[in-house]
């Protein structure tokens, strides 16, 4: 099996970005998401460095993720 990634290099290329309501104010310690290349992938990048790389994920894979998120499956321990 070959291993594909898929990012940008700099994500300050696409526009659009956002933040979780969750994600605590103004610490800076999150991911952002962007609907810039909406349906087919969704694009993730640190939040503190919005002109470093951004990865890609297929949007097939991101809805189930962040459900489990919702339902608390990565809650720290």
Known sequence: MQHV???IPDASVLSGWRKSSYSGGESGDC???SDATRPTRVPVRDSKNPTGPALLFAAT???PFVDAVKQG???AR
């Open 61 to 63: 894979a991101w809805a």
């Open 31 to 33: 991911l952002e998401v």
């Open 5 to 7: 990634t898929i990012g």
């Open 73 to 75: 499956g990565f809650a």
